[in-house]
């Protein structure tokens, strides 16, 4: 098993990922990659990059160009056409980013109530 296998495998335990994801100060956190996201240097911006497809599946092959003058570039980065089509069933969701699902709530006269903090 590599490094990045056994990592990954520590950190897809609910538990482990549950006590990181909380005790962290979400809206620190937040600002803080909000900020260095947007940070255009290309070796913080490759290097940035490399850190986050380590820990994530980060798939950039769709990704129209493969070079980032920032991580929030790699982050809003245009797809190839027709990479991800549009699944047109009514009772599908379809999702405009690579995101995992953190919470969701029921819609009640069409509205939702929804936090970050």
Known sequence: MSIKQSIQK??????????????????????????????ENPLIAHISIKIWQFFSALDLSEAKSSQFKSMHACFTRELKPGARPINQDLNTLNSPCDAIIGAFGQVKD?????AKG
């Open 110 to 114: 069409g509205q939702i109530f929804q």
């Open 10 to 39: 520590i950190l897809i335990q609910e538990d482990l990922n549950f006590l990181l994801t909380n005790r962290i100060p979400r809206n620190t956190l937040t600002r803080f990659i909000g900020w260095f996201s947007q940070i």
